[in-house]
């Protein structure tokens, strides 16, 4: 069982920078790969990026190849997403997730993740 505690979020104006973090509880967090995904009003949720459970491989959405980056420090069962050069479009409301690792696992599809946080509103002004 893991749970996922997300904070951070807020208003931030276009071309700036926040960082989101996740928090993990559980004794096996490392076995875990992490994702974040987003979901804009009136939109469905998205894939952003994900990370396996080592660090070594990060996967990202082509809207944010570039200007976001994930990474994870298991030791304090945390995970950040790192958003730089926000656009009024990243508007939206983040999710981390976890899913139990395995050699078949679609990093990007929310079916592989059993374990969902709370949710954190990110605003871009223009």
């Known amino acids: 069982q893991v749970q996922l505690v997300q904070s951070g979020g807020g208003l931030v104006q276009a071309g700036g920078s926040l960082r989101l973090p996740c928090v993990a509880s559980g004794r096996t967090f490392s076995n875990y790969a992490v994702g974040w995904f987003r979901q804009a009003p009136g939109k469905e949720r998205e894939f952003v990026a994900a990370i396996n459970w080592s660090g070594t491989r990060t996967y990202y959405a082509d809207s944010v190849k570039g200007r976001f980056t994930i990474s994870r420090d298991n030791a304090k069962k945390t995970v950040y997403l790192q958003m730089s050069s926000l656009k009024p479009e990243d508007t939206a409301v983040y999710y981390c997730?976890?899913?139990?690792?395995?050699?078949?696992?679609?990093?990007?599809?929310?079916?592989?993740?059993?374990?969902w946080g709370q949710g954190t509103q990110v605003t871009v002004s223009s």
């Open positions: 997730a976890a899913g139990w690792e395995r050699a078949s696992y679609n990093y990007t599809a929310m079916n592989d993740y059993a374990y």
